[in-house]
């Protein structure tokens, strides 16, 4: 009985459309099709024009009563009005279903006839500063009256009139399908060879000339003792020089260069001498090692946004160090109590204990790479490349290792698919000695014979970078551009 009762009551005229807002007022024009050659005063054609379709025009005084000619064949509405509104220097503004008003076309009476409609337009997941471009898109380019961002809600709200916002909403569709995907398909390529090789015959490079009787009389002085116990136990007689040499040699507690090296003698007598040449090697070593590094990373990216890679480790650095003697030493005498001299080592012990601290930073060795890719209109890909390769240099400046650095950058446009080759660095060091007698080592042919130690390194490394474009939001069939040359006019 309650709902009966209800239903009886009279409702509002305006209660269906209390909660929500109205649509936008459009022209109910009939679907006629007519031809137009008139010549006479343009407030009569655009009357003419509009009656001709059921419209009431309501033509403003701004527009100016001067003679012109129209000449349209076959058109609707649309097509008539815009061609008498470029002939006549006017537009019109709708006021109902069959009531316009039309005013001169001048940038204060756009303003001030336009109608103005207002819409929310809800873009969730966008960030505070992305929400602030949006609407300076908004005011700078589609000339909006007024644009609000809420960045709590993610919404913005426009109140412009109704093309404007059809086109906004449009660019905004485009804007927010989703960035282009693109995949990274990076390979670095590490060669790397090294040989060491040491052959040849090294001769002796000194040689010795000695007095052999100065040789036998130092030997026989500096093992008196030995010279006594040999002549006592009956080995050899006194004056048997060699003898008593031969003994001390063979029993091991003598050596001399004289006879365990060899010697060249020569003259006799007291100005006996002997040649004592140093020793001689052969050498036939050889050490070679290679080593094959490929590395296949693939890194998935949105368009315009940067893909880092790093490759190799992190070192320790020691900035500073930081001590603290205060839990270690509670009381100082003669500072926070009385005490005496003899105090002073123990605390001074004390210290020897007290931990040292390091601050490190952490330095990143290796390779750094960096790339945005950026997907053109023609579907190619522009990647932006930033490389750096860092490394110990050997050398170390008050206790702080000196890095060696080297770094890149540059853009490339490739075709999705298309490998390039963006770093191809090539390290080779070589060291050759020579071992050999003067003169004759430098003799071709000669030098193959003495000894040679010839070093050889080779390092490669090879990075290639081939972009696939996995998701595109670009269609194949984009509309062309259009150019509009200054001057040009539309045909009447």
Request: no cysteine.
């Amino acid at each position: 009985m309650g709902d009966d009762a209800l239903l009886g009551q009279a409702r509002p005229i305006y209660e269906q459309g209390a909660g929500r807002a109205g649509d936008a007022v459009e022209l109910a024009p009939s679907a006629d099709v007519h031809t137009f050659h008139l010549h006479a005063d343009q407030r009569q054609i655009l009357q003419q024009v509009f009656k001709s379709y059921e419209i009431e025009a309501t033509v403003d005084e701004s527009v100016r009563a001067t003679q012109a000619r129209l000449d349209v064949d076959d058109a609707r509405f649309e097509t008539a009005a815009h061609v008498a509104g470029m002939v006549t220097d006017s537009f019109y503004v709708p006021l109902d279903a069959h009531r316009a008003l039309v005013v001169r076309d001048t940038k204060e009476n756009r303003q001030q006839y336009t109608r103005q409609e207002y819409e929310t337009v809800y873009l969730p997941g966008l960030s505070k500063e992305e929400l602030a471009d949006i609407g300076n898109l908004a005011k700078n380019v589609f000339n909006a009256q007024q644009a609000v961002t809420e960045p709590s809600s993610g919404t913005i709200s426009l109140r412009a009139p109704q093309s404007t916002l059809d086109a906004f909403n449009a660019i905004m569709s485009q804007l927010l399908d989703g960035h282009s995907q693109v995949l990274l398909e990076v390979r670095m390529i590490q060669l790397a060879h090294i040989t060491a090789r040491n052959t040849g015959v090294q001769p002796p490079q000194s040689v010795s000339a000695i007095n052999v009787y100065s040789e036998e009389q130092s030997i026989l002085n500096s093992n008196q003792a030995l010279v006594q116990q040999i002549i006592s136990s009956g080995l050899a007689a006194p004056g048997d020089t060699l003898a008593i040499l031969g003994i001390l040699l063979a029993s091991g507690q003598v050596s001399s260069s004289l006879l365990t090296n060899g010697v060249a003698l020569f003259g006799g007598g007291l100005t006996a001498s002997a040649l004592a040449p140093g020793s001689m090697s052969a050498n036939f070593s050889l050490n070679s090692s290679d080593s094959r590094e490929l590395d296949e990373i693939q890194l998935r990216v949105g368009d315009g946004e940067d893909a880092t890679l790093k490759t190799g480790m992190r070192y320790p650095i020691q900035t500073s160090s930081y001590s603290s003697i205060a839990g270690s030493v509670p009381s100082i005498p003669g500072l926070t109590g009385a005490g005496s001299s003899s105090s002073l080592s123990s605390l001074l012990a004390s210290y020897g204990g007290v931990p040292n601290i390091p601050q490190v930073q952490y330095q990143d060795l290796g390779l750094t790479l960096k790339a945005t890719p950026r997907v053109m209109r023609g579907s190619e890909v522009a990647l932006k490349i930033d490389m750096k390769i860092d490394a110990l240099a050997g050398t170390s400046v008050n206790g702080n290792p000196v890095l060696s650095n080297r770094a890149w950058s540059g853009v490339v446009t490739v075709k999705p698919g298309e490998a390039v080759e963006v770093v191809s660095e090539l390290d080779k060091t070589e060291s050759r000695a020579i071992s050999g007698v003067p003169g004759i080592s430098e003799i071709p042919g000669m030098n193959n014979l003495t000894g040679k130690d010839i070093q050889k390194n080779y390092a490669t490394l090879l990075i290639i970078i081939t972009p696939h474009v996995i998701r595109g939001t670009q269609a194949a069939g984009h509309s062309p551009m259009l150019r509009v040359e200054p001057g040009q006019t539309a045909a009447h």
